[in-house]
């Protein structure tokens, strides 16, 4: 299947895609519609929450520590000039029709660079895991009690199951954009399909991913109650089930970022030591890449006009350290990029995966991700806040679960049963769930082929991963006299 920019650059958007009103004519303002997405995204709640949800550290008091919001930003900055080069390239080697196809994929790359980890809970990947693991404590580890009855359920109640038990913080993305970020209608923020298609980094069902499988099929991309969403976007894109190539180009740019301002980080609030971390360099990377670098970043440091010693000296090498290895690694991308377009374009998976492992910057970023995950995310500190951030989603999770069990589906406000549910306490823990989340659980109640019970466990996962850190912990102990 040959995939081509002219459709994968659509420009269509989800409302309209599925039949709803188009959206205003463009002023004369310069704007595609792939820059009005980039700039949708920025004024969006979803984004601006990203300010107090982890990143790497829970409730992090340093404010000079990456959040969620500083993260994806960064990203968002990466990934659109990683695209610019890769579109250029195209451009010259007549892959591309025009200059503005080259400026529509660097837009759809900085915006999905944005909002690559919207559908990220409070507490990070910990809260991705807590959320999973809480249907596993109360309905079993293969989830046989989510559904009682499964023989009267859709064929693929595998999928409804696993969309809880495997939860996802990117396929929670695509139903945040698309769909929960309610203004006028339930469309999310509207974004061209163009978008969307890119933003989606893993592209199978929760029933059919493969842990040994291509790197985008090794977690859920979407959740059942957005299936019809994404069999339009893959239709109208023509991806069909491949990954759009842009998404490779951000996908790399999330790797090489977290992989590198996580130690960066992790130096800065005194974690490690810089010492440590060219030791475990020096130890474990037998490409040359990272010899090369650390020599560059200790040439630059040690002309620097001011002096540094101490942790100041660790610092700044950290920060330099950054700087370099990302500016590498993405010539080699790019490379990776240009030696693989013919098979991305063709929708098959790389083989080796993903763009950083194609290139010549895979085992420095992956012995960089090795120190994150051996030295710097398993920090005590760490341990204990992401402890306390399991507990208070389970806690939450219990709480919220109890009134979105007994509301009375199909919803009718002016019922009687209604009116007797508003006044029990279940009806009362209902009400305190946010307005957004409860509308589209209702209208999703009334037009959804799904059954009832699966809406009622999104409502409170949607409302539970939209909350930030802060306020989880604040309406836990609100709720628990914590």
Request: proline share 4%.
């Amino acid at each position: 299947m040959a995939l081509d920019w002219k459709t994968l650059l659509c420009d269509t958007r989800i409302r309209e895609a599925e039949g709803g009103r188009g959206s205003t004519p463009l002023e004369d303002d310069g704007r595609t519609h792939f820059d009005r997405d980039y700039d949708r995204a920025v004024f969006s709640a979803p984004v601006r929450r990203l300010k107090d949800k982890t990143q790497v550290f829970p409730l992090e008091p340093n404010d000079a520590v990456r959040t969620r919001l500083t993260h994806s930003m960064e990203v968002s900055t990466l990934a659109r000039g990683l695209a610019r080069g890769a579109a250029r390239w195209m451009l010259r080697e007549h892959h591309l029709e025009s200059v503005q196809q080259v400026l529509d994929i660097e837009a759809i790359a900085a915006t999905c660079g944005l909002i690559h980890d919207l559908g990220n809970p409070p507490f990070g990947h910990a809260g991705e895991e807590a959320i999973s693991s809480w249907f596993k404590k109360n309905f079993g580890e293969a989830g046989q009690a989510l559904y009682p009855g499964t023989e009267r359920l859709p064929a693929r109640v595998g999928q409804l199951r696993n969309d809880f038990l495997m939860f996802e913080g990117n396929a929670q993305t695509l139903r945040i954009v698309s769909r929960l970020q309610l203004l006028a209608d339930s469309y999310g923020l509207n974004l061209t399909v163009g978008t969307l298609s890119a933003a989606m980094k893993y592209t199978a069902a929760s029933d059919a991913t493969s842990e040994g499988g291509s790197a985008d099929t090794k977690k859920p991309g979407y959740f059942a109650s957005e299936q019809n969403k994404v069999d339009l976007i893959r239709s109208l894109t023509g991806t069909g089930s491949a990954r759009n190539p842009i998404a490779y180009l951000v996908e790399a740019c999330d790797d090489m970022v977290y992989a590198t301002v996580d130690i960066e980080d992790g130096v800065k609030k005194g974690i490690v030591s810089w010492r440590a971390v060219e030791a475990f360099l020096e130890q474990h990377d037998d490409s040359g890449m990272a010899k090369s670098v650390l020599k560059t970043v200790h040439e630059y440091i040690e002309k620097a006009d001011t002096p540094l010693e101490g942790r100041a000296r660790d610092e700044a090498l950290a920060q330099h350290f950054r700087t370099v290895v990302i500016g590498e690694s993405k010539k080699e991308i790019l490379a990776a990029f240009q030696r693989n377009y013919a098979r991305l374009m063709q929708g098959e998976a790389l083989e080796q995966g993903d763009l950083i492992s194609a290139s010549g910057a895979s085992r420095l970023i992956e012995v960089c991700k090795r120190f994150g995950r051996e030295r710097v995310y398993s920090a005590p500190e760490t341990l204990r806040l992401e402890t306390l951030g399991r507990r208070v989603i389970h806690g939450l999770m219990d709480i919220f679960w109890e009134g979105a069990r007994e509301c009375p589906v199909p919803v009718d406000t002016t019922g009687k049963a209604w009116k007797k549910f508003n006044k029990s306490p279940e009806g009362k823990v209902y009400n305190l769930l946010s307005r957004n989340y409860r509308t589209a659980f209702e209208a999703a109640c009334k037009s959804s082929s799904l059954p009832p019970l699966y809406h009622r466990y999104q409502l409170v996962t949607d409302y539970v991963c939209g909350m930030t850190d802060t306020f989880a912990c604040d309406l836990h102990a609100q709720l628990t006299h914590g």
